[in-house]
């Protein structure tokens, strides 16, 4: 971190601050300019509240020359983080593949998806108990119901599963039965449940809030590593542009980005991002040429009949298709599934 003085020397207001900042155990350098005074600070600055020091009357300005997030930061951590569930991998050589519908509607409905999706190479099962919907008029999800049916799919399969987690007060119950939990995009900057979610030894699935910047998720990812839970796995889902014609603008530049910012694994969701069933295949086939750790995409035995998200939803045998297209993309890029 740079501090940039109004003055040109150190004064008696600098000299304070200067030792404010070493008592907080950092180390300062000082150059002093022909019209202003530069202070370098070396050290834990995360310590430091950027707010408060450009409050303070000596300072012109405060600029970062790292980022702001440590945890996830590759820069401290260079290797790329593997997120083991039950010995199915996220991080690694080896694309993983989650699927499953949006929501949780039967127990038919959620055993038939996970065997078909399971024998076309999905290593994880996804599907919604508890689904934060934009009108309080639509389904809802089964919520505890849904919740059960979903581990019995698990139990039929052998399928890790993977859910989305709405409130804290529902977190001691995942622990329990889910094997990722999922904060979904509306919730990316619901740092309570972040923290909470810090708290626990459970891989996490971190979804990109609808209009967060890399920088705003991979603080998202921090609040939850700063608690001691580094088992976080993030997720492009889209991000609100003013192009309306998809759902969502699927980021695909944030995919490098993240890898070259972070350690952690990244997956795609090109379902929520495009919101076309017809555009999961070439959004995910060019999600795994840009370098995504995997695919989180919604598949339905009865599309036209979902209770939520349909129109996204593609099919079983559209998804082995799918999967077998993806195959020859990982391979050139030198990925497997
Ligand atoms: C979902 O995955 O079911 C979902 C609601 O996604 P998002 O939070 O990305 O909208
Ligand atoms: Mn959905």
Redesign the pocket.
Known sequence: MVIILKSRNINEGAKKLLQKIKDLGLETSVIEGESKTIIGIVGDTSKLDPSKLEANKEVEKVMYIQEPYKKANRFFHPEDTIVDINGVKIGGKKIALIAGP??VESKEQIEEIASEVKLHSAGIL?G?AF??RTSPYSFQGMELEGLELLKSAREKTGMPIVT?IMSTSMIEKFVEDVDII???????QNFDLLKELGKIDKPILL??G?SATIEELLMSAEYIMAGGNNNVIL?E??IRTYENYTRNTLDLSAIPAIKKLSHLPIIV?P??AAGKAWMVEPLSKAAIAVGADGL?I?VHNDPANAL??GQQSIKPEEFKNLVEELKIIANAVGREI
């Open positions: 949006c929501s996804r919604g689904k934060p989305e999922q904060v979904g995009a509306r919730n990316m979804k990109r609808l997720c889902r889209g969701d379902s929520h989180i919604e939520c998200d």
